[in-house]
């Protein structure tokens, strides 16, 4: 296996870990989503995966998402965004831009008409501040789709928005009234 690919299989195993299933490596998150690289690399071991910590190391720094970060003294690691067990990022509220993106696949345009974003088992919907972004996101499962999210709107009805450390906006939820096409991007048929 080449390192590019085991870096991608790495990544892919600190997701599964850090925001869904910490239990299956033996882990215990903390309330605000850290453990300690040292239990990460035990955890990765006793499952098999055994790695090192500059390979660890190696994927937080060169991950185009921004998806994980190490704490400031190097000795814990977590996901910065997209969980599904609870954890507390203690992220606070901030004012977003006017418009946000949101990329998906046709096949859910339907269910969004319907009942808007909602989080499918994590604890926030995932937003872009911009088109690239939310394009690749909608990619990762077919054609995309991309969605225009009137955030302005939103916040002014109350809404709560919160950026992640990597740039991610998340919000609870995105009822169909605030959603639309981006212009001259309308799925074709």
């Known amino acids: 296996m080449s390192r590019k690919d085991g870096d991608r299989a790495l990544s892919k195993r600190l997701s599964y870990l850090l925001r869904h299933r910490p239990d299956v490596a033996g882990l215990a998150l903390d309330a605000r989503g850290w453990v300690s690289i040292d239990a990460l690399l035990a955890g990765l071991a006793r499952g098999g995966k055994a790695t090192t910590r500059q390979a660890v190391a190696r994927v937080v720094a060169r991950n185009d ?13 977590r996901a910065n965004q997209g969980h599904s067990v609870t954890v507390d990022l203690g992220l606070e509220p901030v004012a977003p831009p006017d418009v946000l993106f949101h990329g998906t696949v046709s096949k859910h345009l339907d269910g969004i008409w319907a009942e808007g974003l909602r989080p499918q088992g994590r604890h926030h919907v995932h937003l872009s501040a911009d088109r690239v972004t939310a394009m690749k996101v909608g990619a990762r ?5 991309l969605l225009v999210v009137d955030a302005a709107a939103m916040a002014g009805q109350g809404h709560l928005f919160y950026r992640s450390a990597n740039r991610v906006w998340l919000t609870d939820a995105v009822a169909p009234e605030y959603l639309g096409f981006d212009p001259g991007r309308e799925p074709r048929g």
């Open 65 to 77: 998402k921004q998806r994980f970060a190490i704490s400031d003294d190097g000795l814990r690691i």
């Open 141 to 145: 499962r077919g054609r995309p789709v």
